[in-house]
């Protein structure tokens, strides 16, 4: 069960790495996309400044470092679609990351991209995106058509679900699942808005917009509409702490946000090949203490400590038992 | 042209056009709905459609698809979810309530899989949901209005504009596909497979953790991925309003049906599909009088 970490630059190299980083993420936008697409059609899933490399030769100085400390390094190119233009220059580049830069896998949505890199016979691998959806061992079965090592379940996917689908497909490809930071109230792979910046996130804005409810059954009470209000009122709760709890943090600077650190034990169980660290845009002092927490429980998981201290030392890392204990800031829902 | 419409049950299997115009009782959606009709004039449906896009919980009972299908006197299409394992289990169970030559919309690629493999005799269509393209209303239409050029381009086509792609479908049987009116515009050109357009409601986005669902839960216990429900979505509609938009479309409005998100093409849009349904660039229209998350006739 490896720790897979997001960077943005080989600046960051070094500290990750020390941290306990044992895989690697970026994304990469060269200039010319930017000029092309003027920022409103994005390469990967992240806006496209300010989160992804740049050059090749940025991107092979990361690779070559990362190597020499025994990292490989993934590209995401895992926006939900290319159209036929946009995806002969994501060939185009894949062919170059993979062959000039030694890049080691390409994290990919959309399943026309994974068609044509299995043709393309190139040393790097294909992920199977989160955003590719998917949700059930029958999806998986029908991806691996195009020969992906890893497949990147989800956030949705239930322990269960996780553990029925490592049994099913565990031997032809590794799984990959969440563990801390971002969340997303839709299901990404079907979600077809814009994170971009001059309207955000749909899920948060929704939360600015004015609501009124229409109640189908004979009398809509007072009672009801409270009772509506108030689960409008949770719902929005539970979107904030997706959100990164406002995107805030704690008075140490640790992040905040969707956390899976109390089901490492069970994901260990379960076979689970790796665990993913969100937030290639995110500073250095967020990334650095997101995988220092996840490497201290990975650690204690590895080296037998019962699940329930696990989960003790995974709440006092987290230093706001509150959120803990709202039940709102977790992936997935640990039996104790 | 072809005119598939949605029913939610037996009684509702061989109705009209005219008919289906008057099932949506919602305060708020009957009269906007009201203003498209006059558009729809002239078409006949031609293709009954049933089930759920957009929620494994709202598939219906097998008593309830055989009674739909055994009173379906026109060519019948089945809808279906995206599922976790226990979902397709269900679809699955599904599946010989229908006959040869149906068709199934699948939303996941676990359920085409399972088409392929165990039930040749179905035609499968890939449905809406796996047809990508930015869809949400927000802002799509701002970018129409900038005009020409490579972003708009690629924001009115789809990975469907891929001949690898369709050409990969047509191997696993699938000669057609489902699309949304974008608020941007289609480029129904560039998609190289027989299109249907569903109206007049597209979807923004979905999820397995329903808000609706939260209702029937204690706080700490609400909005987990595919928890089981009572249908609590039958039982209201949230509008919300883009009052906090940075533009001047505050007026817009987006609809919350259980798990999914919902915008109304404009009439602008609905022209614009009609005329290329008449033109032949659509193959098929798909009417969907009532937000597409019905109870299936079955008793929540």
Redesign the interface.
């Known amino acids: 069960m490896k720790i897979l970490a997001p960077i943005r630059e080989l600046d960051e190299l070094e500290m990750l790495h020390a941290a306990g980083a044992e895989e690697l993420f970026c994304g990469f936008v060269p200039q010319d996309w930017l000029e092309?697409?003027?920022g409103?059609?994005w390469l990967n899933r992240r806006s496209t400044k300010g989160s992804s490399l740049e050059t090749l030769g940025d991107m092979r100085a990361l690779t070559d470092a990362a190597h020499a400390k025994g990292l490989p390094v993934f590209v995401t190119f895992n926006a939900?679609?290319?159209?036929?233009?946009?995806?002969e220059l994501v060939m185009d580049l894949a062919q170059r990351l993979s062959e000039e830069c030694g890049v080691d896998a390409f994290i990919v949505s959309?399943?026309?991209l994974m068609?044509?890199l299995s043709?393309a016979r190139l040393h790097a691998g294909t992920h199977v995106s989160s955003v590719?959806?998917?949700?059930?061992?029958?999806?998986?079965?029908?991806?691996l058509n195009f020969g992906p090592s890893r497949v990147i379940l989800p956030r949705?996917?239930?322990l269960a679900?996780i553990a029925?689908?490592k049994q099913g497909v565990g031997d032809e490809c590794e799984i990959e699942v969440f563990m801390l930071n971002d969340g997303c109230?839709?299901?990404e792979g079907?979600?077809?808005?814009?994170h971009?910046h001059?309207?955000g996130a749909?899920?948060t804005?929704?939360s600015?917009?004015?609501?009124?409810?229409?109640?189908?059954?004979r009398h809509f009470s007072v009672r009801r509409r409270a009772?509506?209000r108030k689960?409008?009122e949770?719902?929005r709760e539970?979107v904030w702490y997706l959100n990164g709890n406002g995107c805030g943090s704690t008075a140490k600077g640790l992040p905040y946000g969707p956390c899976g650190l109390c089901a490492v034990p069970d994901l260990q169980k379960i076979g689970v090949d790796s665990l993913k660290i969100v937030g290639r845009e995110a500073s250095p002092l967020k990334k650095l203490a997101s995988v220092k927490m996840v490497a201290d429980i990975v650690h204690r998981a590895r080296h037998g400590v019962p699940k329930p201290v696990v989960i003790e030392r995974a709440i006092s890392l987290r230093q706001a038992p509150e959120h803990c204990?709202?039940?709102?800031m977790c992936y997935y829902?640990v039996d104790a | 042209m072809e005119v598939t419409l949605q029913v939610g049950c037996a009684a509702e299997a061989n109705a009209s056009l005219a008919e289906a115009l008057g099932w949506e009782l919602s305060a708020k959606l009957r009269p906007l709905l009201d203003s498209l009709a006059p558009l729809f004039d002239g078409l006949e449906v031609t293709r009954t459609s049933y089930g759920a896009e957009f929620c494994e919980h709202l598939l219906p009972t097998p008593e309830a698809l055989q009674a739909v299908r055994a009173a379906c006197l026109r060519p019948f299409t089945f809808l279906t979810p995206y599922v976790g394992d226990a979902g397709l289990a269900k679809l699955r169970a599904l599946l010989p309530e229908l006959r040869p030559g149906d068709e199934v919309i699948f939303s996941d690629w676990g359920v085409l899989n399972v088409l392929h493999r165990e039930f040749p005799h179905l035609v499968p269509v890939q449905g809406r949901l796996l047809n990508k393209s930015l869809r949400d209303p927000r802002v799509m239409g701002l970018y129409a209005e900038a005009g020409p050029g490579p972003t708009l381009t690629v924001l009115q086509g789809s990975n469907l504009d891929n001949r690898a792609y369709t050409a990969m479908l047509q191997r696993f049987g699938v000669q057609r596909a489902e699309i949304d009116g974008l608020p941007q515009g289609n480029d129904l050109a560039a998609a190289s497979m027989e299109l249907t357009a569903c109206l007049p409601y597209g979807f923004i986005s979905t999820a397995r953790v329903c808000q609706a669902a939260g209702l029937g839960y204690r706080k700490a216990e609400k909005f987990q991925p595919a928890a089981p429900c009572k249908q609590e979505c039958q039982t209201f509609l949230l509008e919300h309003a883009y009052t906090n938009s940075p533009f001047e479309n505050r007026d817009q409005r987006f609809w919350l049906k259980g798990n999914s998100y919902f915008y109304l093409h404009t009439p602008a849009m609905v022209k614009a599909l009609v005329r290329s349904a008449r033109d032949g660039a659509l193959k098929r229209l798909h009417l969907q009088t009532r937000l597409p998350m019905l109870a299936n006739g079955v008793a929540a």
Not at chain 1, 132 to 143: D, M, P, S, W
């Open positions: 092309r697409y003027q409103a059609v939900p679609y290319y159209t036929a233009e946009q995806t959309d399943v026309n068609l044509r043709e590719a959806a998917t949700l059930n061992l029958e999806a998986i079965r029908f991806l949705s996917v239930t679900e029925c689908i109230a839709f299901e079907f979600c077809a808005t814009t971009h001059s309207v749909f899920c804005s929704l600015g917009m004015q609501t009124d409810f229409e109640w189908h059954g009772w509506l689960n409008l949770d719902y539970w204990h709202s039940g709102y829902k």
